[in-house]
């Protein structure tokens, strides 16, 4: 590989510095990183996901991608290996064995069979069964199953994955599984790209172009070809997107149109009127002609805040059809301030459904909240990878804080995971969390609340010193902010008193004997309503029931 060495040193550089923060296996490490670049997440908020240990079925993380509104999900299952040894000397070529593939089928066979028993597997994969089955009895589809291997590697030879093919020709589900290799190369660009750029390109606009102006803000309408739109593409990748509300969704019902519109030849020359087209905001842009058509532009710091769909289903047209010459798009660039630019984001991203998280971040609630943070040394992160270059124990990130918020102050952790979709979509919901009761010291407390309880299990987990199952665990952070809640209140003290929230010796008081008291008696309470009710963990935490026998118990 020709820039492997390159491509290491800044893998390693990264997994060092994640060592560094959690205090564990280098390997941990890896994982946890690997897992964060392919959800999206932060590092510190993976753990619930991973499920690598002794008996883990070959499955060292496991995630479900969960669409409340349609009532569908994905499964990701990952296998990630870092072999460090062969890259300190100068191997970047090392392949996935055929014993990965055989653990991929182990946990495929687990999960979709209802004989297995458990016997010999541990808690954590035990618990990601139960989950699964929960999710299809309450009416969810399974749409994709993506395997996913990670090594600092090139993938898995041919034969390998001759193997794997041939397993999946047999497989009812087929349709559905689909395996990715995350190599080196592929984790070096994924950490390029989350990296927020400032990108300057001269694109070229084809026929006639109209432009309007404001004294704050000016405007030019034209038309792109998909031939230049798909260069630009393949030269920056998803950088283009970064200020866009969400990614590419994939090949779902409205880009699965958008695809076949580029790509059919009694349509693609409609595609024009068909599509909503490409939205662009940037700092400048500047004409490099006179002429009324067929000129080019130079775009200044510019970002696609409307249109990754049209991008990326475009350039799969491409990749599928080898002729999209025909193809002309509606493009829209606007030089506008960051207020602005915020403003078209929101209103032109309807092509398709939104989450409602996303179009909450423009909101002017979520920007008092990010200018009051940011006066007291902290990072409010309104969209996902906004502050990617701070200090992660400075970053507060909008939805956890909902999270956090709905479990400790509205008594409600059993729909702070298992409800998410209600915490922005609903509006009773979202404006009883984000309101101007909603102060940073409240905000900064919870941040702070949570960071230690999660370090703490952690260490716990580390020492084996747990005596409940680790998927037990897992659910219970949000009902430990309930009940130390109930616990200051109990103790007299007004959590609402700014003053009370910035003493430094709350958090202090709280070590690994009081958080193992708290889990002690969820995990009582939670035992209790399990045999009484015939419940599974995934079910019983999901319970508003456990939340009032833990308050009526404590």
């Known amino acids: 590989m020709k820039y492997g060495k390159l491509y290491y ?10 060592n560094e923060q959690f205090s564990e296996k280098e390997s941990l490490s890896f994982l946890r990183l690997i897992i964060s670049l392919i959800i999206g997440l932060d590092i510190t908020e993976v753990d619930e996901y991973i499920t690598e240990g002794g008996d883990d079925l070959g499955s060292d993380a496991i995630y479900f991608d969960i669409n409340d509104d349609d009532k569908r999900f994905k499964l ?64 969810y589809i399974l749409d994709e199953i993506f395997f996913i291997s990670s090594n ?32 080196l190369q592929n984790i070096f660009e994924k950490l390029q790209e ?22 704050d803000v000016k405007g ?40 076949y519109s580029a790509g059919d030849a009694t349509r693609k020359d409609k595609f024009w009127f068909l599509n909503n087209g490409i939205t662009i905001v940037c700092e400048d842009y500047e004409k490099t002609g006179a002429q009324s058509e067929n000129i080019a532009v130079k775009l200044t710091n510019f970002n696609i805040v409307n249109g990754a769909q049209t991008t990326r289903s475009i350039s799969e047209a491409y990749k599928k059809s080898g002729n999209v010459d025909e193809v002309k798009i509606l493009l ?33 609630i979520q920007r008092l909240i990010e200018k009051s943070l940011k006066d007291r040394g902290f990072y409010y992160q309104r969209k996902r990878n906004q502050w990617i270059n701070v200090s992660k124990d400075k970053v507060i990130d909008n939805f956890t804080l909902a999270q956090l918020y709905h479990s400790f102050y509205m008594e409600k952790p059993h729909e702070a995971r298992n409800q998410k979709a209600k915490l922005f979509g609903d509006d009773n919901v979202y404006q009883l969390i984000f309101n101007e009761y909603t102060l940073p010291e ?70 690994e004997d009081a958080i193992l008291e708290l889990l002690k008696v969820i995990s009582s309470q939670a035992n209790q309503l399990i045999e009484e009710k015939q419940l599974n963990t995934v079910r019983v935490f999901q319970r508003k029931e456990l939340v009032e026998n833990i308050k009526k118990n404590l």
């Open 9 to 18: 040193d800044q893998i390693r550089a990264r997994v060092h510095r994640t």
């Open 76 to 139: 990701y299952v990952i296998q990630a290996k870092y072999n460090k040894t062969a890259c300190d000397k100068g191997v970047f070529t090392q392949n996935i064995e055929e014993e990965v593939i055989n653990k991929f089928k182990n946990i495929f066979d687990f999960f979709a069979t209802d004989t297995a028993d458990g016997v010999g597997i541990n808690d954590r994969v035990k618990g990601k069964k139960e989950e699964y089955l929960s999710l299809l009895e309450d009416g």
């Open 152 to 183: 600092l590697g090139s993938g898995p030879a041919e034969n390998v994955r001759a193997t794997f093919e041939r397993w999946l020709g047999l497989n009812p589900y087929r349709d559905k599984v689909k395996y990715i290799h995350f190599g």
């Open 194 to 215: 989350i990296e927020i750029p400032n990108i300057s390109e001269n694109i070229r606009l084809y026929g006639r172009y109209f432009e309007y102006s404001t004294p």
């Open 220 to 259: 030019l309408v034209g038309t792109i070809t998909a031939t230049d739109l798909i260069k630009i593409y393949e030269r920056f990748g998803d950088k283009l997107f970064q200020q866009n509300v969400r990614y590419y969704l994939g090949e779902n019902a409205i880009n699965r149109k958008i695809i």
């Open 332 to 364: 829209k660039i606007f030089k506008a301030g960051q207020d602005l630019s915020e403003q078209i984001t929101e209103s032109t991203n309807r092509q398709n459904p939104v989450n409602a998280r996303d179009i909450r971040s423009n909101d002017e």
């Open 442 to 511: 409240k905000v900064i407390f919870l941040h702070t609340l949570y960071s230690k309880i999660l370090t703490i299990l952690r260490a716990l987990k580390r020492k084996d010193a747990l005596p409940f199952p680790t998927d037990m665990i897992d659910r219970s952070k949000f009902f430990l902010l309930f009940l130390l809640k109930l616990k200051l209140e109990k103790d007299g003290k007004d959590i609402n008193d700014p003053a009370f929230l910035m003493d430094e010796n709350i958090i202090k008081m709280i070590d």
